[in-house]
């Protein structure tokens, strides 16, 4: 029988496959924090914010998981997201490694690691080719995430005038 750390990490993914942000927000500790190459450094209310963003953009999204450990501490699971960006209607396969860690057997940190520059080639095709491994370019792609991430936080808690990060 598995860790029950490992079942949470199960219960992230399946839900993000169902696209139910909701569900995958239950599995996060009211502390969290949240890092990947596009969205890094995002803290609790960020990243539920976020998850929910992508959950409610995506049209043909799949997600796949597989090696997930976990014990009482930490776990770690492989996971591909298979989709269509819609900012320009290319198909991206990303593949991603995870890392957690856990307090009150919820995830305290989640860690997603990818190449970012694999990920410019797929989504934004001979441009992304071209100069997405530029830094510059990377920071730019990091850029317009948050700004759409704040935007979107802007409309989901209009109460919430300023939408920081």
């Known amino acids: 029988m598995s860790h029950a750390n490992a079942q949470l ?48 953009r995506a049209v043909d999204l799949e997600v796949a998981v597989s090696g997930v450990m976990a014990d009482a501490d930490r776990g770690k699971a492989h996971w591909k997201a298979s989709y269509t960006y819609a900012a320009t209607g290319r198909p991206v396969i990303n593949e991603i490694d995870a890392s957690f860690l856990f307090r009150d057997g919820l995830i305290l940190r989640h860690e997603d690691r990818f190449d970012l520059y694999r990920w410019m080639r797929q989504a934004l095709g001979p441009f992304g080719t071209l100069i997405g491994w530029l830094p510059p370019v990377q920071s730019a792609m990091r850029r317009r995430a948050a700004a759409a991430l704040a935007n979107w936080r802007r409309k989901s808690h209009p109460a919430d005038s300023t939408g920081a990060l």
């Not at 942000?21 to 969290?32: D, K, L, T």
């Open 9 to 56: 990490i199960e219960r992230f993914y399946a839900a993000f496959a169902r696209r139910d942000a909701a569900a995958m927000a239950a599995c996060y500790h009211p502390q969290c924090t949240f890092s990947d190459p596009v969205f890094p450094d995002l803290d609790h209310d960020a990243a539920v914010a976020m998850w929910s963003m992508l959950c409610a």
